[in-house]
T-cell receptor, first 112, second 119 residues
Framework: DGGITQSPKYLFRKEGQNVTLSCEQNLNHDAMYWYRQDPGQGLRLIYYSQIVNDFQKGDIAEGYSVSREKKESFPLTVTSAQKNPTAFYLC???????????FGPGTRLTVL | AQTVTQSQPEMSVQEAETVTLSCTYDTSESDYYLFWYKQPPSRQMILVIRQEAYKQQNATENRFSVNFQKAAKSFSLKISDSQLGDAAMYFCAYRTPLGAGGGADGLTFGKGTHLIIQP
């Protein structure tokens, strides 16, 4: 079955530590995205990548970093510079600019 | 910057009845896409319906339909014959392709409407 996987489902880290969230897709999609969701809020775009080895900042990129070395993978690193990292993180992919985005199941990050 | 507004934080409807969720958006673009996504308690985002701005005909998917008013920048979702499984958060989203207008390529979401289905 084609789809998007995110791991782990729940992640706990101590304040000041960097943490990397995994996102893998086997849909052969060129574009991939990272969103953050806070309680009572819609999703907000962190980073996106339209092609391998290229990525762009979204609306709330500060304190985050990404890489896109393979078409299937788009990991997100939450750095110690992110002031409020506790949130639900969703990864998505899309086959093109006129296509809908498909979402992974998400990772709940809690920083203690 | 584009904005999406969902003015109803919560809606409640009796099972088998019809409910309409409201969404308005602000943009200076003429070509764009609009979506409704459903997020059940599992938190998986599921596409419900999509609408291309250049199409005048309102999109329909089984019990789900939209009322797209481009001039008014309104995009409401109607759910007919509501079922218990429709209970979820519903998000309206907007997209321009490839960062048209200088913006980022990605979806802009409203804050969501929590839909409750009364048995």
């Amino acid at each position: 079955d084609g789809g998007i996987t995110q791991s782990p489902k729940y992640l706990f880290r101590k304040e000041g530590q960097n943490v990397t969230l995994s996102c893998e897709q086997n849909l052969n999609h060129d574009a991939m995205y990272w969103y953050r969701q806070d309680p009572g809020q819609g999703l907000r775009l962190i980073y996106y990548s339209q092609i391998v080895n290229d990525f762009q900042k979204g609306d709330i990129a500060e304190g985050y970093s990404v890489s896109r070395e393979k078409k299937e993978s788009f990991p997100l690193t939450v750095t110690s510079a992110q002031k409020n990292p506790t949130a639900f993180y969703l990864c998505a992919s899309s086959s093109g600019p006129w296509s809908e985005q498909f979402f992974g199941p998400g990772t709940r990050l809690t920083v203690l | 910057a584009q904005t999406v507004t969902q003015s109803q934080p919560e809606m409640s409807v009796q099972e088998a009845e019809t409910v309409t969720l409201s969404c308005t958006y602000d943009t200076s673009e003429s070509d764009y896409y609009l979506f409704w996504y459903k997020q059940p308690p599992s938190r998986q985002m599921i596409l419900v319906i999509r609408q291309e701005a250049y199409k005048q005909q309102n999109a329909t998917e089984n019990r789900f339909s939209v009322n797209f008013q481009k001039a008014a920048k309104s995009f409401s979702l109607k759910i007919s014959d509501s079922q218990l499984g429709d209970a979820a958060m519903y998000f309206c989203a907007y997209r321009t392709p490839l960062g048209a207008g200088g913006g980022a390529d990605g979806l802009t979401f409203g804050k969501g409407t929590h839909l409750i289905i009364q048995p």
